[in-house]
C-alpha cells in the first residue's frame, strides 16, 4: 500500500501544524471501484446534490479510486447522525431478507397476490382491466424481493416475463455496461417478451433494494389477444423505449430533452401493415421502424429499412411490408409549429 498522493484531505482550521502533519504522513491511499462503468459516472451528472456535484465536479479521477477525504471533529451529533444512518441500513436490508422469507409462506403468498392486484390497478398499463382479470393475472404472477446490485435478466436472455417493478430503482444497461434509463416505482420492463420473440436487448440490474411483480408471458398473451386496448398501449411503451435509445444522440433529436422526445412520438401515427401492404409517406415525414421491415425504391435500388431505425422522407414515396410491421409516422415540423404557437 503506498502513501497518499492524489486524494485531498481537508482539515479542521483548529488543528495545529505538528498534527496536521502527523495526520498527513499517517494516511494510506485507498482505492475503490465506486462504479460499474464510465456510463454510471455520467449518470449522476443531473444530481442536484450538492455534495455530490462538488465531488464530481472537482474530483475528475475518481473513478480510478481517487476520491475526496474529510476529517473533521467528532462530535455526539455527528455520531448520533452516523448510528443513524447505520441503523437505517441494516433496517432495510433486514427486512429485504425477512420479506424474501414470508413470501415462502402461505401468509405470504396470500399477502403477496393481494399487493400484485393492487399494484396493477395503479398502473397505466393494467388500469383499465376488471377485478376479475387483475386477480387471475395475480394468481399467475410471481413477486420478488431483490437486493441492491442483481441482476433481474441478461442482455441477450430468452424473453419470457414481462416485469412491474413495484418499489425500489432498476438501471438498464446496454452491452458493454453502459447505461441506458434508471427505472422507478411503477415501471414497466421487459415487454419485448410479449411483443416478438427477439431475446433481450439489455441488462436489468437492481439499484436499490427493489420490489418486482413477474408475469409470465404465457399468462399476457391471451389478453393481448382479447384486449386491443393492452395491446396497443403495450405497444406505445416499447415504441417509447425503442425510439429514445435509436434519437438520443442524432442530429435534430439529441439536442432535445427526454420528454420533449417522447412528445414527438407520442404525436405520431402508428400503423400495422400486412405483409406486402403499402403505405404512402409524405415529405418531411420521419419514418420510425418499430418492428419488422419495409422496402422502398431509392436511385433505382430496392433498400429494407428494420426495425428500430429511424428515416427521413425527403420526397413522397411509398414503402411495402416485407412482413408484418410496425411503424410510427413522424411530423416534427408541425410538433415544431405547434410549440412555438404554444409559446406565443
Same mark, same amino acid.
Given at each position: 500500500?503506498?502513501?497518499?498522493?492524489? +486524494?485531498?484531505?481537508?482539515?479542521?482550521?483548529?488543528?495545529?501544524?505538528?498534527?496536521?502533519?502527523?495526520?498527513?504522513?499517517?494516511?494510506?491511499?485507498?482505492?475503490?471501484?465506486?462504479? %460499474?462503468?464510465?456510463? %454510471?459516472?455520467?449518470?449522476?451528472?443531473?444530481?442536484?446534490?450538492?455534495?455530490?456535484?462538488?465531488?464530481?465536479? $472537482?474530483? +475528475?479521477?475518481?473513478?480510478? =479510486?481517487?476520491?475526496?477525504? +474529510?476529517?473533521?471533529?467528532?462530535?455526539?451529533?455527528?455520531?448520533?447522525?452516523?448510528?443513524?444512518?447505520?441503523?437505517?441500513?441494516? /433496517?432495510?436490508?433486514?427486512?429485504?431478507?425477512?420479506?424474501?422469507?414470508?413470501?415462502? &409462506?402461505?401468509?405470504?403468498?396470500?399477502?403477496?397476490?393481494?399487493?400484485?392486484?393492487? $399494484?396493477?390497478?395503479?398502473?397505466?398499463?393494467?388500469?383499465? #382491466?376488471?377485478?376479475?382479470?387483475?386477480?387471475? #393475472?395475480?394468481?399467475?404472477?410471481?413477486?420478488?424481493?431483490?437486493?441492491?446490485?442483481?441482476?433481474? !435478466?441478461?442482455?441477450?436472455?430468452?424473453?419470457?416475463?414481462?416485469?412491474?417493478?413495484?418499489?425500489?430503482?432498476?438501471?438498464?444497461?446496454?452491452?458493454?455496461?453502459?447505461?441506458?434509463?434508471? *427505472? =422507478?416505482?411503477?415501471?414497466? !420492463?421487459?415487454?419485448?417478451? @410479449?411483443?416478438?420473440? %427477439?431475446?433481450?436487448?439489455?441488462?436489468?440490474?437492481?439499484? $436499490?433494494?427493489? $420490489? #418486482?411483480?413477474?408475469?409470465?408471458?404465457?399468462?399476457?398473451?391471451? *389478453?393481448l389477444e382479447e384486449n386491443d386496448r393492452l395491446r396497443e398501449r403495450m405497444w406505445k411503451t416499447l415504441a417509447e423505449r425503442r425510439f429514445d435509445d435509436v434519437v438520443r444522440g442524432l442530429e435534430g433529436y439529441g439536442h432535445l430533452e427526454r420528454e420533449h422526445r417522447l412528445s414527438l412520438l407520442?404525436?405520431?401515427?402508428?400503423?400495422?401493415?400486412r405483409p406486402q401492404e403499402w403505405q404512402k409517406l409524405e415529405a418531411g415525414t420521419h419514418l420510425f421502424v418499430l418492428s419488422g421491415a419495409v422496402d422502398? %425504391?431509392?436511385?433505382? #435500388? /430496392?433498400?429494407?429499412?428494420?426495425?428500430?431505425? @429511424? @428515416?427521413? /422522407?425527403?420526397?413522397?414515396?411509398? /414503402?411495402?411490408?416485407?412482413?408484418? &410491421?410496425?411503424?410510427?409516422?413522424?411530423?416534427?415540423?408541425?410538433?415544431?409549429?405547434?410549440?412555438?404557437?404554444?409559446?406565443?
Amino acid at each position: 500500500m503506498s502513501r497518499i498522493t492524489s +486524494t485531498e484531505v481537508i482539515l479542521p482550521s483548529s488543528l495545529s501544524a505538528e498534527a496536521r502533519h502527523q495526520l498527513t504522513d499517517s494516511l494510506y491511499a485507498v482505492h475503490a471501484r465506486l462504479f %460499474e462503468s464510465e456510463e %454510471e459516472r455520467k449518470a449522476w451528472g443531473p444530481c442536484d446534490r450538492p455534495e455530490a456535484l462538488y465531488f464530481l465536479e $472537482t474530483h +475528475t479521477d475518481h473513478a480510478e =479510486g481517487h476520491g475526496l477525504l +474529510t476529517v473533521a471533529p467528532i462530535t455526539l451529533e455527528a455520531v448520533l447522525s452516523m448510528a443513524h444512518s447505520l441503523l437505517k441500513r441494516r /433496517v432495510r436490508q433486514s427486512m429485504t431478507r425477512l420479506s424474501a422469507r414470508v413470501l415462502g &409462506t402461505r401468509l405470504g403468498a396470500r399477502l403477496g397476490r393481494s399487493l400484485v392486484v393492487h $399494484t396493477l390497478r395503479h398502473v397505466p398499463l393494467f388500469a383499465q #382491466l376488471d377485478e376479475t382479470t387483475l386477480h387471475g #393475472l395475480a394468481e399467475r404472477a410471481e413477486l420478488l424481493v431483490l437486493p441492491a446490485g442483481r441482476e433481474v !435478466f441478461q442482455a441477450g436472455s430468452a424473453s419470457d416475463e414481462l416485469y412491474l417493478l413495484e418499489d425500489g430503482v432498476v438501471h438498464v444497461l446496454a452491452q458493454g455496461g453502459k447505461l441506458m434509463d434508471k *427505472l =422507478g416505482s411503477g415501471a414497466v !420492463f421487459g415487454e419485448l417478451a @410479449l411483443l416478438t420473440h %427477439e431475446r433481450r436487448s439489455a441488462t436489468v440490474r437492481t439499484a $436499490t433494494a427493489s $420490489t #418486482l411483480i413477474r408475469i409470465p408471458r404465457s399468462v399476457l398473451l391471451p *389478453l393481448l389477444e382479447e384486449n386491443d386496448r393492452l395491446r396497443e398501449r403495450m405497444w406505445k411503451t416499447l415504441a417509447e423505449r425503442r425510439f429514445d435509445d435509436v434519437v438520443r444522440g442524432l442530429e435534430g433529436y439529441g439536442h432535445l430533452e427526454r420528454e420533449h422526445r417522447l412528445s414527438l412520438l407520442r404525436s405520431g401515427e402508428h400503423r400495422e401493415l400486412r405483409p406486402q401492404e403499402w403505405q404512402k409517406l409524405e415529405a418531411g415525414t420521419h419514418l420510425f421502424v418499430l418492428s419488422g421491415a419495409v422496402d422502398f %425504391e431509392h436511385a433505382g #435500388l /430496392v433498400v429494407t429499412q428494420r426495425d428500430s431505425t @429511424l @428515416l427521413e /422522407v425527403g420526397r413522397p414515396l411509398r /414503402v411495402r411490408a416485407r412482413e408484418a &410491421t410496425r411503424l410510427v409516422l413522424l411530423n416534427p415540423r408541425a410538433e415544431d409549429a405547434s410549440s412555438k404557437r404554444r409559446a406565443t
